[in-house]
């Protein structure tokens, strides 16, 4: 039997955020490059998937949303498959914004329609991206029932 490499496996959630027809992005520094992608990040001990996606979209645009609904997992890998990712994606409403300093690496948040992203200079963090946004205009939705969080 051949051996296999180790598998790192990330938890990730990500926000998909529409306010007057244009949605959130976030323009940050990823393996030295700038990139686009909405605001994600990773799943911290102790706290819930929800939670995760309320503190990283604040974090990352300064911005208070509220998740209304999932709108997929998407599994991905990276680093030749050294790197496995399960990204839970949200779909919130949008707020407000705080004044308040964005996390680094991020550079700015950014609200940009569907063809602004598709034309913008900067690309995409990861092709997931505008996996879950077409998703988003394709209409997916799933309650947030579907996600339970317990403490055993």
């Not at 180790?6 to 938890?11: D, N, V």
Request: net charge negative.
């Amino acid at each position: 039997m051949k051996p296999t490499p180790h598998t790192t496996l990330h938890i990730t959630v990500a926000n998909v955020v529409e306010h007057e027809q244009k949605f959130l992005f976030v323009e940050e520094i990823s393996r030295g490059n700038r990139v686009i992608s909405q605001p994600a990040g990773h799943l911290e001990h102790g706290e819930s998937l929800l939670e995760a996606v309320i503190r990283e979209t604040l974090e990352e645009t300064a911005c208070i949303v509220e998740p209304t609904h999932c709108l997929g997992v998407y599994q991905f890998t990276i680093n030749n498959h050294q790197d496995t990712f399960i990204r839970f994606c949200f779909i919130s409403r949008f707020i407000k914004t705080l004044d308040q300093p964005l996390t680094p690496p991020i550079l700015q948040s950014l609200w940009l329609s569907y063809d602004e992203l598709l034309t913008h200079q900067t690309p995409l963090r990861h092709e997931v991206v505008l996996q879950c946004l077409n998703d988003y205009q394709q209409g997916i939705r799933y309650p947030l029932a579907l996600i339970h969080s317990m403490s055993v």
